[in-house]
């Protein structure tokens, strides 16, 4: 009976989830089980779901995304919002303030970064001790422009002659709507320009890989004011290190935050002797001269980060690369770069790039051009070499597993108007990026996390992952497994509550039976070797002559 149940279960799922067109359009066991957070770009509200698309809870703001939103570990939400500007009206991703919500949606915290010199954009994270770094453009005159290398007959071509540079600034929140800075970073202390040597920071520019070239300028027409564009942010705990995501020199930088307030405007000082100058670039050494188009490796990325400790590729950088330009056509991929190649502290030579000469490794599409966002996007690290991936520009979210299956997939289902109905094609349903978080993840302790509807109008439920958790939670038997994720011919307990002769099995996802076996064992740990199997989701199921009851167990 169970056999043909999770057969007809597979069946349903193929069916139903092939007609949908926004919300869950494919669920295989196999994906990692967690809850996504995301805010479409024309909305004023964010959302966490579960893997089933099931709503679980909703904020709502005054404002637009400007751009991205996070979850805290005490189950705040943390986001950026959109402030009308008409000094920074014509910057893609604009923000201008910060807004942190209860679980409840109360608004507990904002602060605006917007005036006719600053404005926030694009990103902003909570540090571990509660200050906040964000990315704000700086806005720089012509003259001071030219004062400082420009060349002026680039210069004389910008957007309302004016250049946007860049700053990271850190916060320490107070009261409702107020905070300190106590930290900052300003790419304009940083430069090197080889233009006029009357004009300050004056230098080879290859001779200096540490600092930013004001005259470079990429392929195309040197208007856009938004000269660097920074569009992530990320901090390294470990190594108190920042890394941003500079689109425009389609490179990512890393900067010691270990200086003082002085030391971060210069060159010496903090954990690495550097001050505020970078301590690694990577993905274009063309902007500092030591590389060729051919040696370019990222083509206007975004969400340059540290993967997390206890994920595999623990401290390397993951990237979304959007591939716009790229040599061979445009595609998107998401990279992984060994930065360790380069040594640590980082070193490099006289006369080449920073190492690694390419990615350590890449995902792309089977049919590279099915797979390109033009713009935004981003992806997380998962458990067992998982991925979690944003096509921003359609607000489809999937996950692939180790072997680049998508094994998950869920197209935003909302835009300017609200949600949309099941089966109308989305239009206007950008995402900046989707983040995930395990159910272990410290904010879910002691709050509501009850499934509620499906975002979209009309859903088709249930879906599949919902029949299969119902047949979870069917408790006829209680038993428990661990561990559970197990590897491969792992022993493996069960603890069995009921003083009977029970017998168990372990189907595949296609409910077929792998293994039996019988105990009468009752109310403590019976231990059982796994089976040879493939990496893989499997069930366990109990059961004797009242009843049955399964369990999920991953193995790997």
């Known amino acids: 009976m169970i056999l043909s149940f999770l057969a007809a279960i597979l069946l349903f799922s193929i069916n139903a989830q092939s007609q949908n067109t926004v919300g869950l359009i494919q669920y295989e066991n196999a994906n990692t089980e967690g809850y996504v957070l995301f805010s479409p770009i024309s909305s004023t509200k964010t959302y966490l779901i579960d893997k089933c698309g099931r709503k679980i809870n909703e904020w709502s703001s005054n404002y637009r995304p400007g751009l991205s939103v996070s979850l805290l570990s005490n189950g705040d939400l943390f986001r950026t919002g959109l402030v009308n500007s008409s000094y920074f009206g014509t910057g893609g991703g604009k923000g201008g303030i910060l807004e942190r919500f209860s679980w409840a949606g109360q608004l507990r915290w904002n602060y605006k970064i917007s005036d006719s010199l600053q404005c926030q954009h694009h990103d902003a994270m909570v540090l571990p001790n509660g200050n906040i770094l964000a990315i704000v453009w700086e806005r720089m005159s012509l003259s001071q422009a030219t004062q400082a290398g420009k060349n002026p007959a680039v210069s004389s071509q910008l957007n309302n002659q004016e250049l946007w540079s860049e700053k990271i600034i850190e916060l320490k929140p107070s009261g409702s709507n107020q905070a300190a800075i106590v930290w900052h970073w300003r790419a304009w202390d940083h430069l090197v320009q080889e233009f006029d040597q009357t004009k300050s920071n004056f230098g080879t520019v290859r001779q200096h890989p540490e600092l930013i070239d004001i005259n470079y300028v990429v392929q195309g027409p040197p208007s856009n004011s938004d000269w660097l564009h920074f569009n992530s942010i990320d901090f390294d705990t470990l190594n108190n290190q920042i890394i941003v995501s500079s689109h425009n020199f389609q490179e990512f930088w890393i900067i010691d935050h270990s200086t003082t307030l002085a030391e971060s405007s210069g060159h010496a000082g903090g954990r690495f002797g550097k001050g505020g100058d970078l301590l690694y670039r990577w993905g274009n050494p063309v902007s500092y001269q030591r590389g060729t188009i051919s040696d370019q490796k990222l083509f206007k990325q975004h969400h340059a980060h540290f993967i997390p400790s206890g994920l595999p590729n623990a401290g390397k950088v993951l990237v979304f690369n959007n591939g716009v330009n790229r040599p061979g056509g445009n595609y998107s991929s998401v990279d992984i770069i060994d930065i360790f190649r380069a040594g640590f502290p980082y070193t490099i030579n006289s006369s080449s790039a920073f190492l690694p000469e390419k990615a350590d490794w890449t ?41 680049g299956k998508i094994v998950w997939k869920y197209i935003n289902p909302v835009n300017a108007a609200g949600p949309v109905t099941q089966g109308t094609k989305p239009t206007q349903n950008t995402v900046f990026r989707a983040e995930f978080y395990l159910p272990t993840f410290g904010a879910f302790n002691g709050v509501d996390l009850t499934p509620k509807k499906e975002i979209e109008i009309n859903p088709k439920p249930p879906a599949s992952c919902t029949l299969l958790n119902e047949i979870e939670n069917q408790n006829f038997i209680g038993f428990e497994l661990f561990p559970n994720p197990a590897e491969n011919e792992q022993k493996v307990m069960i603890r069995y509550h009921m003083n009977k002769e029970a017998k168990f099995s372990i189907l595949n996802e296609l409910g077929q039976q792998v293994y039996t076996a019988s105990f009468a064992i009752a109310n403590q740990p019976v231990q059982f070797e796994l089976p040879p199997l493939r990496p893989g989701v499997y069930y366990v199921r109990l059961y004797h002559g009242q009843g049955s009851s399964i369990k999920k167990i991953t193995v790997f």
């Open 363 to 403: 995902y792309s599409a089977p049919t590279p051009s099915m797979f390109y966002a033009t713009n935004i996007g981003g992806a997380f690290a998962l458990p067992y070499g998982a991925l979690l991936i944003t096509d921003g520009p359609s607000g489809e979210f999937f996950e692939i597993d180790s072997t």
